[in-house]
Structures are given as structure tokens and as C-alpha cells.
């Protein structure tokens, strides 16, 4: 079982539509979460972090964590074309929490 | 504030040369994390350096390695290149304290 785990997709959603994304993780203790966007050709870039259960805003994007199932989410609302990229979700193991372990990302591909 | 810089972004050598890559973080961060990107794999963690000290290493042969210099630049070298070394190589740097990574532009390397 990988530690952390995202549907490769592509994930495709009309413009205006809400776009959502999912990731599982292993390691039941970890604490912090983090969802990075990655355009094609380009590194990785963080677009939000969460620690608590619940559900955390930023603009129009939403995390959602659910430590109990171990599930990670991003809401992204709004769908705009510029939002096509692939979305890492990364998890800071309890066994370290000076690490970062990275999905293989999700591709989202938002069409007008 | 200027971001995480790499150098050289492009690389092409042969199998069995060895090459070093630059990375030099966020002013300030004294963190700085090593990974490697290809298709199949997605984003593998490589090692982390702190305080000139390797705190983390994934799971790479001996021939990955790397060092921190006192001003918090990094270096990692890649001995007795093989085909399968192809990937994006990305730095990140952080805070002390902070998980939260911010990612350079990365080094494409390709060996032929």
C-alpha cells in the first residue's frame, strides 16, 4: 500500500463547475497535509496546507481533512481553464515530521 | 523575497559520468530537500539537509549524495550515471520549523 495515494485521472470538469479532488493516506498519526499545483513543465507550487479536521477556505479552494477515514480533499470551486494542471496532495509522516510524502498526483483538466 | 533557485536547469551526460546539481533556498530557510520527478514515480523524496547536517534520506542507492554549505546552499551529486537518473531533480527549501516547501524550478537531467 503506498503511503499516499491520489487517482492519476485525468479528471475532467466543465468551466464554472467545482472541481474535487481526493487523496488517502497510510500513516494514521500524520499531521499535517498539504496540496500542491504542478503546471506542465514546471515545479510544484503550494496552494494550501491544513492540520485540523475540518475544512479550511482560501479564495476558492477548500481543504477537507477527515483524520478518522484518513482523506484528504481539495474543493477547488469555480473551475477556471487556468486551473488545468496536475494537484500533488503530501503528507508529513508521524514516523518524521520533517518530511514531505507526495502522492503521483492528480490530473485535472478543466475545458470551457 | 527571492525564491529557490537551481542550477543548471538542463543537463544532458552520458552513462557513467557523475554530475552535481545547485540548489540555493529561500533567504532566510535553512532547510532544503532533494527529489526526484519522473512520469512512472511522481515526486520521490532523495535526502534533507539542515544546519549542514543530512537529517532525512529516501531510499536511493549510495551513488545519490549531497552536502549543505554553512550559507544553506545545497549541492547533490549523482556518481556513475545510469539511463534511469533521467528526471526532474527538484530542491525545496523551509523554515526551521516549517513543513510547508516551496520548490525551486528544478534541473532536467537526461542521460543518454
Known amino acids: 500500500q503506498k503511503e499516499v495515494e491520489q487517482n492519476s485521472g485525468p479528471l475532467s470538469v466543465p468551466e464554472g463547475a467545482i472541481a474535487s479532488l481526493n487523496c488517502t493516506y497510510s500513516?494514521?498519526?500524520?499531521?499535517?497535509f498539504f496540496w500542491y499545483r504542478q503546471y506542465s513543465g514546471k515545479s510544484p507550487e503550494l496552494i494550501m496546507f491544513?492540520?485540523?479536521?475540518g475544512d479550511k477556505e482560501d479564495g476558492r479552494f477548500t481543504a477537507q481533512l477527515n483524520k478518522a477515514s484518513q482523506y484528504v480533499s481539495l474543493l477547488i470551486r469555480d473551475s477556471q481553464p487556468s486551473d488545468s494542471a496536475t494537484y500533488l496532495c503530501?503528507?508529513?509522516?508521524?514516523?518524521?515530521?520533517?518530511?514531505?510524502?507526495f502522492g503521483t498526483g492528480t490530473r485535472l483538466q478543466v475545458f470551457p | 523575497k527571492a525564491g529557490v533557485t537551481q542550477t543548471p536547469r538542463y543537463l544532458i551526460k552520458t552513462r557513467g559520468q557523475q554530475v552535481t546539481l545547485s540548489c540555493s533556498p529561500i533567504?532566510?530557510?535553512?532547510?532544503v530537500s532533494w527529489y526526484q520527478q519522473t512520469p512512472g514515480q511522481g515526486l520521490q523524496f532523495l535526502f534533507e539537509?539542515?544546519?549542514?547536517?543530512?537529517?532525512n534520506k529516501g531510499n536511493f542507492p549510495g551513488r545519490f549524495s549531497g552536502r549543505q554549505f554553512s550559507n544553506s546552499r545545497s549541492e547533490m551529486n549523482v556518481s556513475t550515471l545510469e539511463l534511469g537518473d533521467s528526471a526532474l531533480y527538484l530542491c525545496?527549501?523551509?523554515?526551521?520549523?516549517?513543513?510547508?516547501?516551496?520548490f525551486g524550478p528544478g534541473t532536467r537531467l537526461t542521460v543518454l
Open positions: 525545496a527549501s523551509s523554515l526551521e520549523e516549517a513543513v510547508e516547501q516551496f
Open positions: 539537509y539542515f544546519s549542514e547536517t543530512q537529517r
Open positions: 500513516d494514521r498519526g500524520s499531521q499535517s
Open positions: 491544513i492540520y485540523s479536521n
Open positions: 503530501a503528507v508529513s509522516p508521524s514516523y518524521n515530521t520533517d518530511k514531505l510524502i
Open positions: 533567504s532566510g530557510h535553512r532547510s
